[in-house]
């Protein structure tokens, strides 16, 4: 069955370092891809989607490729804020199967 | 404001004791469906919905019940609390239409502890 695998955490980065959050997914066809946030104490927010293969979706200094090839979706930013503190979800929109989260912590 | 809105937003149970967590939306949105997140284990589904008087089983609906009269509301019943239901709980829709570029909306949650 399809499933989503999610770089496990929790990761901590001081500000202004480069993040990877790795995501690799297995699934029957070629499904929407999306990576939702979850801020402290909140419900989970859309942060970007790719819906094809080679699609880069972007949001708040996030960005994500979808790669067929290697069939992940790794959420990448150039210089996290405090602020970016969250868990992360890579989700597969097919059957809207979830990776295990990774939680982020930013320190200043 | 537009979006998913769950009730109560904490709660705590005895077992055995049965209660309610309601959810409601306001986008006319067809897709509803319930998911509990317990930590290492992502979010998982309980139970879905593709339309007023419509439900189906997810991955792990034993010990939970739901029905959809009507397309705002997607109740998620549990009729006899029992302490592997401590979680927290998330209720969310989507248009059926253009699922794949609206993705899903979430509620802000309801954390269930059952002692």
């Known amino acids: 069955g399809d499933s989503v695998t999610q770089m496990e955490g929790p990761v901590t980065l001081s500000e202004e370092a480069f993040l990877t959050i790795n995501c690799t997914y297995t699934?029957?066809?070629?499904?929407?891809l999306f990576w939702y946030v979850q801020y402290p104490g909140e419900g989970l927010q859309l942060l970007l989607k790719a819906t094809k293969a080679d699609d880069k979706g972007s949001n708040k200094g996030f960005e994500a490729t979808y790669r067929k090839e290697t069939t992940s979706f790794h959420l990448e930013k150039g210089s996290v804020q405090v602020s970016d503190s969250a868990v992360y979800f890579c989700v597969s929109a097919q059957k809207l199967v979830f990776g295990q989260g990774t939680r982020l912590t930013i320190n200043p | 404001n537009a979006g998913v809105t769950q009730t109560p937003k904490f709660q705590v149970l005895k077992t055995g004791q049965s209660m309610t967590l309601q959810c409601a939306q306001d986008m006319n949105h067809e897709y509803m469906s319930w998911y509990r997140q317990d930590p290492g284990m992502g979010l998982r589904l309980i139970h879905y919905?593709?339309?007023?008087?419509?439900?189906d089983q997810g991955e792990v609906p034993n010990g939970y019940n739901v029905s959809r009269s009507t397309t705002e509301d997607f109740p998620l019943r549990l009729l006899s609390a029992a302490p592997s239901q401590t979680s927290v709980y998330f209720c969310?829709?989507?248009?059926?239409?253009?699922?794949?570029?609206?993705?899903?909306?979430f509620g802000s949650g309801t954390r269930l502890t059952v002692v």
């Open positions: 699934a029957t066809g070629y499904p929407s």
């Open positions: 969310a829709s989507r248009n059926r239409v253009s699922p794949l570029n609206y993705g899903y909306t």
């Open positions: 919905s593709v339309g007023a008087g419509i439900t």
